[in-house]
């Protein structure tokens, strides 16, 4: 029988249990693919950790790519033997899951299955974050936070490709090079230098357009802070855990600023605009505007060694688990 990582408490790397499973039964509309490669993502940490809530037990892991083995009788969109991927749907650290046809998306041909695990999930959400969420343009001025990690490095090489100009901050000077490298101007090591200062000096004391801010509670203040008037603050994770409630009198304080809290799951439930957005990602990398880095590969067996790694800091880029 296949294997699967679960949990039955949230807590820590610890509480993952490997157990085998029945395939089971494909449902009409849906499709048992056979993995190849996993997507690591911090989400994962939060759900396992019990930063966000789940119902227990559960599998963990939301991204993967693989060949279809099985699909259901009202299955017409992919046959057995296609390359396909899917993201943001649960129990991915697995060697086989049960996937709806119209969640998946098919793979390219010039798309390997391992950078289509490392790319999809980080890569749409570059894709709703730049297209979607706030419409940033060329000669606008972002920030982006956490730039050397798995969607840093997508993200900033996404507002590189449309004109933008990025700060990023990363935590160790080693990781400068790789902010640099995917096309940040100007990058900044947080715990070290005056993230405001920096940022006042790199738009002349304007403040950037937009902050991309997936750590959090750490970054808050200071991301706010970074803004120019009528600024948009975009809150898309809580690495370093969760933003504390806002007082919305601050929002007109701080020069008339915009504030969302998008996810993911609400730009790619639509089969039509999952479609268009996987459309514009694999485009981009076949187009190699984007180079996905696949930083660290690790054999599923070792995940528990891989959660610890992601949330001591130690990896940079994307980082797939392996079957
Ligand atoms: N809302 C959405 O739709 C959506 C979708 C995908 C991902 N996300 C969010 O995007 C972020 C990046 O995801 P990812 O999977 O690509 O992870 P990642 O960026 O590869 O890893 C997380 C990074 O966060 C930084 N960080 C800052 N403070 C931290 C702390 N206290 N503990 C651990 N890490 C800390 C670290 O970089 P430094 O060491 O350089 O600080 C670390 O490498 C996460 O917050 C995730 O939840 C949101």
């Keep these: 029988m296949p294997g699967v990582w679960k949990i ?9 249990v490997w157990e085998n499973e029945p395939k089971g039964r494909v449902g009409a509309r849906h499709v048992l693919v056979r993995h190849t490669a996993i997507g690591l993502n911090y989400l994962d940490i939060y759900q396992r950790s019990g930063t966000y809530p789940v119902e227990l037990p559960t599998r963990l892991g939301v991204e ?86 798995g969607v840093g490095l997508i993200l900033t090489q996404w507002a590189k490709y449309l004109g933008v100009r990025v700060v990023s901050t990363v935590s160790t000077i080693a990781k400068t090079r790789l902010a640099y490298d995917a096309g940040a101007e100007h990058v900044v090591v947080y715990g070290q230098e005056d993230l405001v200062a920096n940022v006042m000096k790199f738009t002349e ?64 439930s639509d089969p039509e605009e999952l479609k268009e957005l996987s459309g514009e990602l ?19 067996a070792e995940l528990p060694q891989a959660h610890k790694d992601i949330e001591a800091r130690k990896t940079t880029g994307s980082t797939v688990l392996l079957p």
Excluded: W
Aim: some cysteine.
């Design 205 to 268: 004391r304007a403040g950037v357009h937009a902050v991309y801010d997936s750590v959090g509670a750490d970054t808050f203040r200071d991301s706010i802070d970074c803004l120019r008037k009528r600024g948009t603050f975009i809150s898309f994770g809580n690495s370093s855990g969760l933003v504390p409630p806002v007082d919305l009198q601050m929002l007109m304080a701080k020069g008339s600023l915009y504030m969302t809290r998008p996810s993911l799951v609400d730009y790619i």
């Design 64 to 149: 993967a790519a693989g060949v279809v083995e099985k699909i259901g009788d009202a299955v017409t969109e992919f046959s057995v033997g296609d390359r396909v991927a899917y993201a943001g749907i649960g129990g991915a650290y697995a060697e086989y899951n049960r996937v709806l046809a119209s969640r998946l998306v098919a793979i390219p041909d010039a798309i390997t299955d391992e950078v289509a695990a490392a790319s999809l999930l980080k890569g749409l959400t570059a894709a709703y974050l730049m297209l979607r969420t706030f419409e940033i343009k060329d000669g606008d001025t972002a920030l982006i936070h956490a730039g050397a990690g």
């Design 8 to 16: 039955y408490e949230q807590g820590g790397p610890e509480n993952l």
């Design 282 to 300: 694999f485009a981009l990398i076949e187009m190699e505007r984007l180079t996905i880095s696949v930083n660290q590969r690790y054999p599923l």
